[in-house]
């Protein structure tokens, strides 16, 4: 039983580039959120979709966007790239929007922005 | 709004040592709250959670307890181990926002040397 993968697994880019980080959930698993790592930080919050919608925001800017396909799978979109946005980017998938539901995290997509 | 202000690090013990992590938690609703772990090189694990006041999550030796009158949950481990180096982080998910987006500190280090 495959866990959530991600790709790609490393990223450069320069700055005002766009980047797409894509996310395949755990199986059986319909709720994918994708969190942003700084080095030496927590995660923190971008978005969640379930049902092909996007249900809650953090505190993130509109250059982030996202999209959840008919199969969950899940893409992260980042457009105008600045050296701030080099981070982990995390996507985690879980069951349903429970509170109490495990989610299970991928190993992240590396993303350097020069 | 929802934050989880955790004990800074890093943290370094010997082997066999008694382990106490603090976390505190602010949250709008009634949250459930998680430890999650982090292994050099490796993605994030859920290492326990409890989902009420009073619960104690448990495993691998780690034990935390909900206290709500503290709003705390404070990791602890009697005696750890070289397996035991990892990054820590406490998080929450508050279940009056639907979603179950996760909240998370800052996280601390730890290294067991033997």
């Known amino acids: 039983d495959a866990g959530v993968t991600q790709s790609p697994t490393h990223l450069i880019k320069t700055r005002g580039q766009q980047v797409t980080l894509r996310c395949s959930p755990k199986s059986g698993h319909d709720t994918v959120s994708w969190y942003q790592q700084a080095l030496g930080q927590g995660p923190q919050f971008i978005f969640q979709?379930?049902?092909?919608?996007?249900?809650q925001r953090g505190n993130f800017p509109d250059r982030f966007s996202g999209h959840q396909f008919p199969n969950y799978s899940s893409e992260l979109n980042v457009n105008a790239l600045w050296l701030g946005d080099s981070a982990l980017y995390l996507c985690?998938?879980?069951?349903?929007?429970?509170?109490?539901?495990?989610?299970?995290f991928g190993p992240g997509t590396r993303l350097t922005v020069l | 709004g929802d934050s989880v202000t955790q004990m800074e690090g890093p943290v370094t013990l010997s082997e066999e040592a008694f382990l106490t992590i603090n976390c505190t938690y602010t949250a709008t609703g009634y949250p459930s709250l998680f430890w999650y772990v982090q292994y050099p090189g490796e993605g994030l694990q859920l290492l326990l959670k409890?989902?009420?006041?009073?619960d104690k999550g448990s495993n691998k030796g780690f034990e935390a307890t909900y206290r709500k009158e503290t709003t705390s949950f404070h990791l602890e481990k009697g005696s750890v181990q070289v397996s035991d180096s990892a990054v820590y982080f406490c998080a929450l998910s508050d279940r009056q926002t639907g979603a179950n987006n996760l909240f998370f500190g800052t996280g601390t280090r730890l290294t067991v040397i033997p």
């Open positions: 409890a989902t009420k006041a009073d």
């Open positions: 979709y379930y049902e092909e919608e996007e249900r």
């Open positions: 985690a998938s879980s069951l349903g929007l429970a509170g109490h539901n495990e989610q299970f």
